[in-house]
């Protein structure tokens, strides 16, 4: 994170928690072998957020930004992702190494539908990893004049345990989160080196989804 959207986080962090490292998030474009393993989510389920925030120029500049990858999470999904909640199916979307897995319900499908919010001025979002939980801070992106607004707030938080493995997945800097419920998820990180920084450990996309 550069420090300026470092402060942003802090501003909004509950007393007492820890910035310890975080890391933009987006949504991914990934391709999925299976029609319904998109990590792509339901408008209906997509949190609204910064409500109340727009500035001159955000919905032109909000039509313009359905053409290019930077700063997607606040423009309407491409896609429908289906809720793939058949256990049955999990060995299946391992061998084809699919985007994502478990359905809107489970702990990557919430994880996925905190990182793809919907605003209607530009809108960052960043996991911060604090000393408490992984939190979703969104952070006002002026899209016109650059930069970042002043608008902060904060998102849906999870218990680092709940997270059991990261992996790479084709093609650069989309990211796949696995959870203790079996369930995984794909999002498109643009800052690798800052995600790589939380997560060492994370599996190559050449090794099998666990």
């Known amino acids: 994170m550069t420090p300026e959207l470092e402060q942003k986080v802090l501003s909004v962090l509950p007393p007492g928690e820890k910035l310890t490292a975080g890391f933009e998030v987006s ?6 072998r299976s029609r319904d393993g998109s ?3 339901p ?7 910064l409500v109340g925030q727009e500035e ?5 500049s909000r039509f313009v930004s359905r053409f290019f990858r930077v700063f ?8 429908r992702g289906v809720a793939v909640e058949g256990p049955s199916l999990r060995g299946k979307r391992q061998k084809n190494r699919d985007s994502f ?6 702990l990557a499908g919430q994880f996925l539908i ?3 919010p919907q605003s209607k001025t530009g809108a960052a979002a960043v996991v911060a990893v604090t000393d408490v939980c992984m939190r979703f801070v969104y952070v006002q992106y002026r899209r016109v004049r650059g930069g970042l607004g002043e608008a902060v707030e904060l998102g849906a938080s999870f218990p680092h345990d709940v997270l059991v493995w990261t992996r790479r997945h084709e093609p650069k800097n ?5 959870f203790r419920d079996g369930s995984w998820g794909t999002l498109f990180v643009p800052g690798d080196a800052d995600f790589m920084r939380c997560f060492p450990g994370t599996l190559g996309h050449e090794e099998p989804i666990p």
């Open 39 to 41: 990590s792509s989510a």
């Open 43 to 49: 408008d209906s389920r997509r949190p609204r957020v």
């Open 56 to 60: 001159a120029g955000d919905g032109w």
């Open 27 to 32: 949504r991914s474009l990934a391709f999925s």
């Open 101 to 106: 897995f478990g359905g809107w319900d489970s």
């Open 114 to 116: 905190a990182g793809q």
């Open 174 to 178: 989309e990211m796949q989160f696995g």
């Open 72 to 79: 997607t999470t606040d423009v309407p999904a491409q896609q």
